[in-house]
C-alpha cells in the first residue's frame, strides 16, 4: 500500500497572522488571499496547470487546530487511501486520533508523531 503521495498543505500560526500574511506577501510574493492563505495550482514541467494543489495557510496562534499538539505548525500529506492507512499506523503503534471528517473537500485524519507534531493526512475528493 503506498501511504503518503505528497504534500497537500501546510499550515502554522503566528501571534499576529496579519502582519505575518503581509511579510508574506511583500517580500516573498505570496498571493495572500483574505482567508489568510493561499493555494499554489499544480503545473508541469511546461507550466500548465495539473490536478492539484497545495494550500499554505497562517492561523491565529490562539488556535485550536493543531490540538492536542502544542507545535505552531502542521503538515496536510496527501493520501488515496485514508481508512486503510489509518488503520496500519493504528496497528503499528502509533498514536492515531479518533476522530475523522468527510466533507466535499475530502476525508481527513490525524495521527501524532513521536515529538508530538499533529500530522494531517487527506484523502482528495475523487478526480482531484
Known amino acids: 500500500m503506498k501511504r503518503v503521495t505528497g504534500i497537500g498543505g501546510i499550515f502554522f500560526s503566528a501571534r499576529d497572522p496579519k502582519a505575518l500574511c503581509a511579510w508574506y506577501q511583500r517580500h516573498l510574493g505570496i498571493d495572500v488571499e483574505d482567508w ?38 502542521m503538515v496536510n500529506y496527501r493520501v488515496d487511501d485514508l481508512a486503510s492507512l489509518l488503520q496500519v499506523l493504528r496497528e503499528e503503534g502509533c498514536n492515531v486520533l479518533e476522530k475523522t471528517e468527510d466533507s466535499e473537500y475530502g476525508k481527513f485524519g490525524w495521527v501524532m508523531d513521536p515529538e508530538g507534531n499533529k500530522v494531517e493526512l487527506w484523502q482528495p475528493p475523487p478526480g482531484q
Open 36 to 73: 489568510g492563505g493561499t493555494a499554489f495550482t499544480w503545473t508541469d514541467a511546461d507550466g500548465n496547470p495539473t490536478k492539484g494543489m497545495t494550500v499554505w495557510s497562517i492561523g491565529a496562534a490562539d488556535g485550536k487546530h493543531f490540538a492536542p499538539s502544542t507545535s505552531s505548525f
